[in-house]
């Protein structure tokens, strides 16, 4: 039992010495300048920490282990770079692995924002989804296969996706990788590459696992660390009491009829649990969806969707959804059911808040 003091902490808006003053801008780095376009058309003013620090050891081809919270940028600084490489070389192949397939689809979304009318292609393969277009779209060059473990593993070994011809790969979310049971598979991918080979591994948490892994496969990695705490400064955060003869249900509905709570993600337990609120909100008159992992693939890409289009108010899910999705304007992380550890509660609250924005965590405590 994770003690409730622990959810709560008040959001420290950061100013002054905690203003982060890049070294670089974007058009300082040594990339091609259609890629410099690119980036502006995406919006981006001026690199975060980890892309202001990652972005010049991956273009000097160093393996580089980043330690960062989710909602950091971090995509972003292994993809331009990346994106750049392939322009040098039109014959470089980068493998990336991630965990969920919805993170996978989401980095594949930030490519192709990236490499508009570049002539750069990738392919997204993931389980969950029909293997047939995935094996057909790999019939073809292309400079970035992104998937998860699991999928990646199955087209290795049935030969469509032959590793000696990747000099790159990017292992992103490795710590969510190896609470998922995927270090085998991991090890296996690595165990395949060529030994000459660039390397990037990203984590939110280290733990001696994760540290054998790196001293496995990493030659002479940078470290770079830019989490300085385990939860984002600008999340607030506070616990909802629940006395006996309350219902969370009810407690739930008054919370979601405030004003204030305008795209909420609350988060269950299990499957079950997390389709029985959504009903209930459903019938309760809100625009709710539920994103767990009894949905089939297009069914929660769909959910996903309707959440960031801001077609519903409240999405219900469980952990799944929880680490590196990257969804804009959350108002409110509403954790129904406990988390299992501290670190999924860190994964479910950082959801909100990202960026410069103010979020707000609410934890039921029984």
Excluded: W
């Excluded at 008040?10 to 376009?37: N, R, S, T, Y």
């Excluded at 990346?82 to 991630?98: T, Y």
């Excluded at 290795?156 to 990788?177: H, P």
Aim: with cysteine.
């Amino acid at each position: 039992m994770i003690d409730p003091s622990r959810f709560i902490n008040k959001a420290v808006i950061a100013e002054g010495a905690e203003c982060f003053v890049p070294e670089h801008k974007f058009e300082d780095f040594e990339i091609a300048e259609h890629l410099k376009k690119s980036i502006v058309s995406k919006g981006y003013k001026e690199p975060t920490p980890i892309q202001d620090k990652c972005i010049p050891h991956v273009l000097k081809k160093i393996d580089v282990i980043g330690i960062a919270n989710t909602g950091t940028g971090k995509t972003a600084a292994f993809l331009i770079p990346l994106i750049d490489k392939v322009i040098q070389n039109r014959k470089e192949q980068v493998l990336i692995v991630a965990p969920p397939r919805e993170l996978a689809s989401q980095i594949e979304g930030e490519l192709r924002g990236f490499a508009q009318g570049l002539g750069i292609f990738s392919v997204c393969c993931v389980g969950g989804a029909s293997i047939v277009p995935q094996i057909k779209a790999l019939r073809y060059q292309n400079n970035f296969v992104i998937g998860t473990p699991g999928r990646l593993k199955d087209l290795i070994g049935s030969g469509k996706i032959i590793l000696s011809k990747f000099n790159t790969i990017v292992l992103d979310e490795a710590d969510r990788m190896l609470d998922m049971g995927f270090i085998q598979d991991m090890r296996f991918i690595m165990s395949g590459m060529p030994k000459e080979r660039h390397t990037l591994f990203f984590s939110a948490t280290m733990s001696p696992e994760i540290e054998r892994f790196i001293k496995e496969f990493l030659r002479e990695p940078i470290r770079i660390s830019v989490k300085n705490r385990d939860t984002a400064r600008n999340v607030e955060q506070d616990v909802i009491r629940i006395d006996s003869g309350m219902n969370k249900f009810d407690v739930l509905r008054d919370l979601l009829n405030q004003k204030e709570f305008n795209k909420v993600l609350v988060f269950g337990r299990t499957k079950h649990g997390v389709e029985r609120l959504s009903k209930f909100l459903i019938e309760k008159g809100f625009k709710a969806e539920s994103l767990h992992g009894n949905k089939n693939y297009s069914k929660r890409q769909q959910a996903l969707k309707m959440f960031k289009d801001d077609q519903i108010q409240v999405l219900v899910a469980t952990d799944v959804a929880a680490r590196g999705l990257d969804i804009a304007d959350v108002s409110h992380v509403i954790n129904f059911d406990l988390p299992a550890t501290y670190d999924d509660y860190v994964h479910r609250i950082g959801r909100t808040g990202r960026g410069n924005k103010q979020g707000k965590a609410l934890t039921f405590v029984g």
